[in-house]
């Protein structure tokens, strides 16, 4: 069983910056990847950046591309998400997620923290 909980969500104008925290626990040993994902009110949760901790592979939705970053630090289990240039359209509820796989050209977690809010107004 793996545990993750997210933090450092919030409110901010347009132009600002966030970062997110997510700490696993728990049966981290089998984890090669994690993934932040976001759900928009009436909208399906979708991928947003992932991280491979061992060989530091990242990857981005075009959408983020640019303006966040993933990073890891390994020994702490913690996956960051630096969030940058932030605009309204990034308004959601952020989701760490892991272990990050694909199905079906998708990226997938098995298991997911509680979220977090990022609201950005204008």
């Known amino acids: 069983q793996v545990q993750l909980v997210e933090s450092g969500g919030g409110l901010v104008q347009a132009g600002g910056s966030l970062r997110l925290s997510c700490v696993a626990s728990?049966?981290?040993?089998?984890?090669?990847?994690m993934g932040w994902f976001r759900q928009a009110p009436g909208k399906e949760r979708e991928f947003v950046s992932g991280?491979?901790?061992?060989?530091?592979?990242?990857w981005y939705a075009a959408s983020v591309k640019g303006r966040f970053t993933i990073s890891s630090d390994n020994a702490k289990k913690t996956v960051y998400l630096q969030m940058n240039n932030l605009k309204v359209e990034d308004t959601a509820v952020y989701y760490c997620?892991?272990?990050?796989?694909?199905?079906?050209?998708?990226?997938?977690?098995?298991?997911w923290g509680q979220g977090t809010q990022v609201t950005v107004f204008s």
């Open positions: 991280i491979n901790w061992v060989n530091i592979n990242k």
């Open positions: 728990g049966g981290t040993f089998s984890i090669m990847a």
């Open positions: 997620g892991g272990p990050l796989t694909q199905a079906r050209g998708a990226w997938v977690a098995d298991y």
